[in-house]
């Protein structure tokens, strides 16, 4: 299984922010949405990630100033980011390896999809599942 199918079953939309926008806004926008973590675009063009993390380790070295700062001045750049092809326990190794919990995808140079390890996690509890079931139903009709 691939990160390309799993962005196939589902909704594609991705929250992004610009580069120049505040802390505070971001703040907001991952409150509302209740997400975690946006890919930061600067001119169309992925230049990083915006995270909880971020917004932790900022206030605790500067303080509530941090929510009047550029979203460029705080964000993990460059994301560490996979494509299409790349299979779901590739990713969920590179999270692991990397200690992201978020990946945008990106294909001919653009963002097409965002993933969390929460999503590849249930992605694969689900497909665990529908093996199990089918095992079940196999025997049960043998």
Known sequence: ?????????RNNEV?????TASVGEAVRILAERRIGA????RAGELVGLFSERDIIYGLKDHGAALLDWTIDKVMTAPPVTV???????????LMTRRRVRHLPVIEGGRLIGFVSIGDLVKHRIDRIEREAEALRDYITQA
């Open 38 to 41: 946006m890919p930061v675009i």
């Open 1 to 9: 299984m691939t990160i390309g199918s799993l962005l196939d079953d």
């Open 15 to 19: 929250v992004t922010i610009e580069s």
């Open 83 to 93: 494509d299409r092809a790349q299979s779901l326990l590739g990713a969920l190794g």
